[in-house]
């Protein structure tokens, strides 16, 4: 008899634990508890009540009398098990509990108020049981939320790190990859830039110091900002690329604006130079010309002569660059020799290259070259050059030259001007072709100009299909330029 | 103190009272796993005077019960059949042992202290997740009946353990080992022994002052909660269960439990309360006093 109710007994508890460990969340603990007791006593009413906001109710909203009510506030507070006698039959009162704390009470209405022994254990193992699990079940759940709080955060920090313009990478110490937000992609394949980040971000890792770094690459230019940072005790390089393109432009237009304000008020300048010349002397010669001599009569109109003429290039120029500036000059090609206008050109500036002590040579490959391209504005080009090879002649040394030459090949001409000037430093390079470039804004030389001559003649060249550079240039030492002209149809 | 010898000490615990036939049926019950509510309310109604006790203690403030209880099976129902169980071994326990009185010992007091041990004994059991409340109850509440039996068996010893340990401000164990005699530990062991009671209860008898000396795995953790639980019942009750020492929760007691200072003070904080609520729980009087005929009679 004694050992049929210990197979008994072991037989329940085992049940009882398999139907436990299916409860996966704090719903079906309730239905389990439920069908867990219904399996040994018929249920006539169940009551599920958990403390939500310091007072007790029903979790599933059940009506309750006041009776039951005190019941439950009881085996919440006591956390025992009790079988109270209401009318035919019992209240069963079965307080879930972990240590001290009563996690919920189980209330159960039978018709029954005899009990065994046994049916009580029962309640208590399972009580006890369910305690256990319950109180995993919230701190589960209690898990589940803050993950989902943890993930609610991060999703906002990617929206927030990728809807950023600037591209964000995170290097480790071997310069792998570590994190990149999504605007990295706009660069992933611009490989020789993700070769200067390497380069910067391998510095920053390196000196552990912030990097900050402007470059320019295929027209665009970029702001990189490296600085080491430390995470999980491993060092990195946090990098922003930020494209700044926009605002370089912006910056360019300002800088143009500024320099076409400055042109205007040096062309007024330059104008006025040769205007107050044919005035003063003019005006010379209707006060004194009764007592002026012949000889100075006709210098004085000489001089106002070549003023006269002085401005009228000045003004041809400022007309040319309007043409150009507003695409209606046209080329007005003819066939003529290019050796025959450059000894022209040659000897019309020995006057300017007497007065800067410049010697002005030519060697030429041949005696004649035909071209067919439009002789006035190659003249302009190349004069243009050479005016500034006399222009910018270094005072300093003892003597100055210019010397131009002249290649011939089968479809074009090459001309080179070389002079052993101030020179001019590598990084004005491309820009001394801009419009209105002078370096430093005209303050640091005694040199007149408008600051348009080679920008013109890199106009003409290029209308022409022909290139301008300089081919080398030292601060110093001197510059040579170098123009390419096609020979034009012949 | 050797002039007693051990047979002679052996002789008089078995002159003690042992829990007669209903008492012992009714423990026989109580863990029988078939037994139900009628079996056991016909045991306890042989003694109506026994069932009206129980029945009083249900209905006190310890158990805060919801509504009245004026039924015994309504209290075995409610309460649980080793709660009932406990209650009658309780009532056996005072008639049996503290029906007599003594100039140098309060046994008023001794009796809370048993009481309250109880209530620690079965609180604890709840924080530290024990599951088996009911015989932490009993393990707690029985665990110094040997100082009871002691004054039987050999009072002028008891005296001087008491008289020492009140003056010299230690404890009842310490005052015991000074004087060399018997320990009360051992004496519980072998009143327990004697009654056939289970094998927690002696080890609690036996090892509640020294829990490190219970080498068993199987009462380690009861032995361990008495320990506890009685060390802080006697901070709270100094000097009810002739312990005058200041004393301290045992280190082994402590780790065994998992118990941490936080967890400790608020089970610490609780019992002061419970015990506040059960004064007349633990009240000697109560479970003393004979009530009045009538009263039992409307009730049975």
Redesign the interface.
């Known amino acids: 008899m004694q050992s049929q109710n210990e197979t008994n007994i072991f037989g329940r508890i085992s049940n009882i634990i398999m139907e436990l460990s299916k409860i996966g969340d704090i719903e079906s603990s309730y239905s389990t508890l439920s069908s867990l007791i219904n399996s040994m006593v018929k249920t006539e009413e169940e009551y599920f009540f958990a403390e939500k906001e310091s007072t007790l109710s029903e979790i599933f909203n059940h009506n309750y009398s006041r009776d039951i009510y005190d019941l439950i506030k009881w085996g919440y507070s006591q956390g025992d098990i009790s079988m109270f006698p209401e009318g035919e039959g019992s209240m069963i009162i079965l307080p879930i509990s972990k240590g001290p704390k009563v996690l919920f009470v189980y209330a159960a209405y039978v018709k029954l108020q005899e009990f065994s022994n046994e049916f009580m254990m029962f309640l208590r193992i399972i009580a006890f049981l369910m305690g256990s699990l319950y109180e995993n079940l919230l701190l589960y759940n209690e898990i589940l939320d803050k993950n989902a709080i943890i993930e609610k955060n991060k999703n906002f920090l990617d929206t927030l790190i990728n809807g950023s313009i600037d591209s964000i990478i995170v290097y480790d110490k071997s310069m792998n990859i570590y994190f990149k937000n999504s605007s990295y992609d706009s660069i992933s394949d611009n490989s020789l830039l993700l070769e200067k980040l390497h380069d910067i971000n391998i510095a920053t890792i390196d000196s552990n110091k912030r990097q900050i770094v402007e470059l320019e690459q295929d027209g665009k230019f970029y702001s990189i900002e490296s600085l080491p940072i430390y995470f999980e005790q491993e060092s990195f390089a946090l990098c922003f690329i930020r494209d700044i393109s926009g605002t370089k432009e912006l910056e360019k237009l300002k800088q143009l604006d500024k320099m076409k304000m400055e042109f205007l008020s040096m062309m007024s300048h330059e104008l006025r130079t040769p205007l107050s010349a044919v005035k003063a002397y003019s005006e010379t010669i209707i006060t004194a010309f009764e007592d002026m001599d012949r000889d100075t009569t006709l210098a004085f109109l000489t001089t106002i002569l070549t003023e006269a003429n002085h401005l009228e290039k000045l003004l041809n120029d400022l007309l040319d660059f309007s043409k150009l500036e507003l695409k209606t000059l046209k080329l007005e090609p003819s066939v003529f020799d290019i050796v025959e206008l450059i000894n022209d050109i040659v000897n019309s500036s020995e006057q300017a290259a007497t007065a800067s002590k410049v010697t002005v040579s030519f060697e030429k490959s041949k005696e004649h070259i035909k071209v067919n391209l439009d002789k006035s504005r190659v003249r302009q080009a190349v004069n243009n050059i050479l005016q500034n090879a006399i222009k910018f002649c270094d005072r300093e040394k003892e003597s100055s030259f210019a010397k131009i030459s002249l290649d011939d090949t089968p479809s074009s001409v090459e001309i080179k001007v070389e002079d052993n000037g101030i020179g001019i430093n590598e990084k004005y390079y491309s820009k001394v072709f801009e419009k209105f470039f002078k370096v430093d804004s005209s303050l640091t030389y005694q040199v007149q100009g408008t600051g348009i001559g080679l920008s013109m003649a890199k106009e003409f060249v290029e209308m022409h299909g022909g290139s301008i550079c300089i081919e080398k240039s030292t601060e110093g030492i001197g510059t040579t330029f170098k123009i390419n002209l096609p020979k034009g149809v012949l | 103190m050797a002039d007693i010898s051990i047979k002679e000490i052996t002789r008089k615990i078995e002159e003690l009272p042992t829990p007669d036939f209903i008492v012992q049926r009714i423990v026989s019950?109580?863990?029988?796993?078939?037994?139900?509510?009628?079996e056991?309310n016909m045991a306890i109604l042989e003694s109506p005077s026994m069932a009206a006790k129980i029945l009083k203690m249900a209905n006190s403030a310890y158990?805060?019960?919801?509504?009245r209880i004026t039924?015994l099976?309504?209290a075995i129902?409610?309460?649980?059949?080793r709660?009932v169980r406990n209650l009658a071994l309780s009532v056996f326990t005072a008639k049996s042992f503290f029906s007599r009185e003594f100039e140098y010992f309060n046994t008023k007091k001794v009796w809370s202290h048993f009481m309250a041990t109880a209530i620690s004994c079965e609180?604890l059991s709840?924080?530290?997740?024990f599951?088996d409340?009911e015989e932490a109850f009993l393990c707690g509440m029985l665990h110094d009946l040997g100082k009871m039996a002691m004054s039987i068996v050999m009072p002028d010893v008891f005296e001087m353990i008491v008289t020492v340990a009140k003056h010299k401000k230690i404890s009842f164990s310490k005052a015991e080992e000074l004087l060399e005699t018997y320990s009360h530990q051992q004496i519980g062991r072998m009143l327990f022994e004697n009654w056939q009671m289970s094998e927690i209860m002696i080890a609690s008898a036996t090892f509640h002052d020294s829990p490190s000396l219970c080498k068993s795995e199987d009462s380690r953790t009861i032995v361990n909660l008495v320990s506890v639980a009685n060390t802080t019942v006697n901070i709270l009750l100094y000097g009810y269960s002739g312990c005058f020492d200041i004393p301290a929760v045992s280190d082994e007691a402590w780790n065994n439990l998992g118990l941490t200072p936080r967890k400790y003070l608020?089970?610490f904080e609780?019992l002061k309360i419970k015990i506040k609520e059960s004064e007349d729980f633990m009240n000697l009087s109560n479970v003393l006093d004979d009530l009045q005929e009538g009263e039992l009679d409307g009730t049975v």
């Not at chain 2, 129902?77 to 059949?81: E, Q, V």
């Open positions: 019950i109580a863990s029988s796993p078939n037994a139900s509510t009628k056991l158990y805060a019960m919801p509504r039924k099976s309504q129902n409610i309460l649980g059949f709660s609180l709840k924080f530290i997740n599951p409340r608020n089970y609780n």
